[in-house]
Antibody, heavy 116, light 107 residues
């Protein structure tokens, strides 16, 4: 059974940092692009970024460039999202997803709340 | 950045009816477009990838068409479980972007 489990969300103040993790099992992690998608409360989906199967290339949406970094550890079948200089507008549920032609498998999401 | 515009924003139909959802790209995305369904409190679910290919386990009543800038998701006969929000997503270049969503509600 394929499983993706996000963790690391929580309540932080503006300017603080947080690192999200996505632990996976049940598929060949090292052959999939991995993606982070977020959804602000009551809003639509926003693509945050993705990373190649071997980790050699990664892409981030402009609104998080320079603040967020996607990484992966293929030995641990895990994906990460390091988030620095968090802003109120980063408040959202963050999903990880495994993707080839489409994003077939998704985690249940982890809530990040940025508030003073 | 490629902008995806979905229409209509809300579609009110009854079970058994046919639903037609549109996604228009600001520039060509070739066939690199997918459709996702999302229900409240749940993660998105892949329905269609590369414009017209049904994902594993997706019922045949869901179909996708289009290429370039204009795409359509069709649900041939609505079941009660189909009422949800639908998003398109392109992977033609970076950043990938989602449309703003179409809410399919029960009339």
């Amino acid at each position: 059974e394929v499983q993706l489990v996000e963790s690391g969300g929580g309540l932080v103040q503006p300017g603080e940092s947080l690192k999200l993790s996505c632990a996976t099992s049940g598929f060949t992690f090292s052959t999939y692009w991995m993606t982070w998608v977020r959804q602000a409360p009551g809003k639509g989906l926003e693509w945050v970024g993705n990373i190649k199967p071997d980790g050699s290339d990664k892409y981030h949406v402009d609104s998080v460039k320079g603040r967020f970094t996607i990484s992966r550890d293929n030995a641990k079948n895990s994906l990460y999202l390091e988030m620095n200089s968090l802003r109120v507008e980063d408040t959202a549920v963050y999903y990880c997803a495994s993707c080839k032609e489409g994003c077939d498998y998704w985690g249940q999401g982890t809530l990040v709340t940025v508030s003073s | 950045e490629i902008v995806l515009t979905q229409s209509p924003a809300t579609l009110s139909l009854s079970p058994g009816e046919r639903a037609t959802l549109s996604c228009r790209a600001s520039q060509s995305v070739s066939s690199y477009l997918a459709w996702y369904q999302q229900k409240p409190g749940q993660a998105p679910r892949l329905l269609i990838y590369d414009a017209s290919n049904r994902a594993t386990g997706i019922p045949a009543r869901f179909s996708g068409s289009g290429s370039g800038t204009d795409f359509t998701l069709t649900i041939s006969s609505l079941e009660p479980e189909d009422f949800a929000v639908y998003y398109c997503l392109h992977r033609s270049n970076w950043p990938n972007t989602f449309g703003q969503g179409t809410k399919l509600e029960i009339k």
